[in-house]
């Protein structure tokens, strides 16, 4: 059974740094693909950022190339995503996703909330 967990949401003021964990298990973590995308009141989920299944490659959605880092450590089965120099519309709830085939399953999210 696959489950995802994330975690390090928070309330943080404009300019702040969080880092989102999501641990992953049920599967064989190493070899998919990890995205974590985000959810704002009112809007479409959105892809933030994806990594390989070996961490070489990465993909970022424009809005936040450059604050945004995705990374994963294969050994503890978990991903991350660092943010930096956060902005208000940065706030939403964030969820990780793994696609095996067809088959995607999704975290619980977690909330950040970037506000002074």
């Known amino acids: 059974q696959v489950q995802l967990v994330e975690s390090g949401g928070a309330l943080v003021q404009p300019g702040g740094s969080l880092r989102l964990s999501c641990a992953a298990s049920g599967y064989a973590f190493s070899s998919y693909a990890m995205t974590w995308y985000r959810q704002a009141p009112g809007k479409e989920r959105e892809l933030v950022a994806r990594i390989t299944r070996d961490g070489g490659d990465t993909n970022y959605a424009d809005s936040v190339k450059g604050r945004f880092t995705i990374s994963r450590d294969n050994a503890k089965n978990t991903v991350y995503l660092q943010m930096n120099s956060l902005k208000p519309e940065d706030t939403a709830v964030y969820y990780c996703?793994?696609?095996?085939?067809?088959?995607?399953?999704w975290g619980q999210g977690t909330q950040v909330t970037v506000s002074s």
């Open positions: 996703k793994v696609t095996r085939g067809l088959l995607g399953s």
